[in-house]
């Protein structure tokens, strides 16, 4: 079964600096899909950035970029100039390939990333 | 366009009482899902389903139905509320094809008493 661990309960950073969230997951599978959501105050999950694992390209969305390490199973999410709006918990998430059985999301615990003005 | 609505947004039961939870998608998505969140546990799935008419099991099913009877409706049921189902319930979407990127309504949070 797939294991998706964030092992920084807890982050914080000031405003304009840069952070990186860390992620890293285990799988037997060789082609599946990488996700990070942003959970804000409001409870509504965001979806943030998608990663496909046969891309080596990281995917990149405005200031939010991933440093996908496909061998080392590490999928870390970088939030450049860091605002105030970034404040939330950070979800890191797996799926499958697989069309038939394996529908679900695997989340981690996640990490609560606070801004310092 | 609404996205994903969930109705209602806040309720409290008691023990053995039975509610039902209402998700709509206006986004045409096949797929639906049902989720619950508890701290320190990340979401667990529920229930999903693939299409109108169809639904599956996830993670933790024990406890709950539910029902597609309208590709944009999906609806999950408690019928004996326990203090365990104490929660925040998220529905999401996703297409059937590509990596079914899930998209999610804004929770339901749920009490039982």
Known sequence: ?117 | NAGVTQTPKFRVLKTGQSMTLLCAQDMNHEYMYWYRQDPGMGLRLIHYSVGEGTTAKGEVPDGYNVSRLKKQNFLLGLESAAPSQTSVYFCASSRWTGPREQYFGPGTRLTVT
């Open chain 1, 1 to 117: 079964a797939q294991t998706v661990t964030q092992s920084q309960p807890e982050m914080s950073v000031q405003e304009a600096e840069t952070v990186t969230l860390s992620c890293t997951y285990d799988t037997s599978e060789s082609d599946y899909y990488l996700f990070w959501y942003k959970q804000p105050p409001s409870r509504q999950m965001i979806l943030v950035i998608r990663q496909e694992a046969y891309k080596q390209q990281n995917a990149t969305e405005n200031r939010f970029s991933v440093n996908f390490q496909k061998a080392a199973k590490s999928f870390s999410l970088k939030i450049s100039d860091s605002q105030l709006g970034d404040a939330a918990m950070y979800f890191c998430a797996y799926r499958t390939v697989s069309n038939f059985g394996n529908e679900k999301l695997t989340f981690g615990t996640g990490t609560r990333l606070t801004i310092i003005p």
